[in-house]
């Protein structure tokens, strides 16, 4: 049974979720959703990627409206956050059906928070049992990809896609130029890591410092991969620990370079 999953990432918890879904496999292709989109040529196509503003992040929106996708294909998609998932797979299956395709399995995947503008992850002991319900969980959805199994979309409660709706589409529009809230301390030591990881290209090393280019993605790669901690966002991240998923390296996170 062959299987290609798209993944879109900054702190590896997509990967992480895409590559336990993908070992379920004898047959499997991971495509990150910075390349260029081409036909799907697998029995079945899933997506995997991070809620952001409590909905679809614009690149997963663009990736998707420019792949060329058979109607007939078995598609699923797993909608990785913090425990806010609102209305995101709703979202994305009334993105995938403008394309023609049906998508039959659309799961909420829960993992440490890497939003650190709001606060940290939790402790290493949260952290931990997270990722431990997150893998069974994962474990159940490649059974029911395997199976073929058609399940409800899950969804948030209803306060959640009321409330939370109506802030991501106040605020879709404003998060490319959201970057103007970063700021990097003397301690940077222009290793270029921030560079590497930003997945939408938004940074460039000016005078051995980065600068942010106006087209964030708000995946918040940049702060949390920075092994000297020195870039923040606004007042407080100072105050927050670092996260990135424990499983994932920044090889396997980094942007190809030319």
């Known amino acids: 049974m062959n299987l290609t999953i798209y993944y879109y990432t900054g702190t590896g918890n997509s ?3 895409a590559r336990k879904i993908a070992e379920k496999f004898t047959i499997a292709r991971l495509v990150p959703m910075t390349m260029d989109p081409h036909e799907t040529d ?9 809620v952001h ?9 663009e990736f998707v409206n420019r792949l060329e996708m058979d109607p007939n294909v078995d598609c699923f998609a797993v909608a990785v956050n913090a425990g ?3 209305r995101t797979l709703i979202q994305f299956r009334k993105l995938l059906a403008g394309r023609g395709v049906r998508m ?14 709001w606060g940290g992850p939790g402790t290493d002991e949260e952290i931990a049992a997270r990722i431990r319900a997150a893998e069974q969980k994962i474990n159940r959805i490649a059974e029911d990809i395997k199976e073929k199994k058609t399940a409800r979309i899950e969804k948030g409660p209803l306060w959640q896609r009321i409330v939370f709706t109506g802030l991501y589409k106040l605020a879709f529009n404003q998060v490319p130029k959201m970057d103007r809230r970063f700021f990097v301390e003397e301690t940077c030591t222009a290793c270029g890591i921030c560079e590497r990881v930003c997945m939408a290209g938004n940074i460039r090393l000016v005078d051995g410092k980065p600068v942010w280019g106006g087209h964030c993605e708000q995946c918040l790669a940049c702060i949390q991969w920075c092994p000297e901690q020195a870039i923040q966002y606004g007042p407080k991240t100072k105050e927050y620990k ?5 499983e994932i390296t920044l090889k396997m996170i980094s942007r190809p370079t030319e």
């Open 15 to 17: 990967l992480w979720t």
């Open 42 to 50: 697998t029995g079945i196509v899933g997506f995997v990627f991070p």
């Open 53 to 61: 503003m409590w909905g679809v992040p614009r690149r997963v929106s």
């Open 84 to 86: 806010q998932v609102s």
């Open 104 to 117: 039959r399995l659309g799961c909420s995947v829960v993992l440490p928070s890497n939003y650190i503008p």
């Open 242 to 246: 670092r996260y990135h998923h424990p």
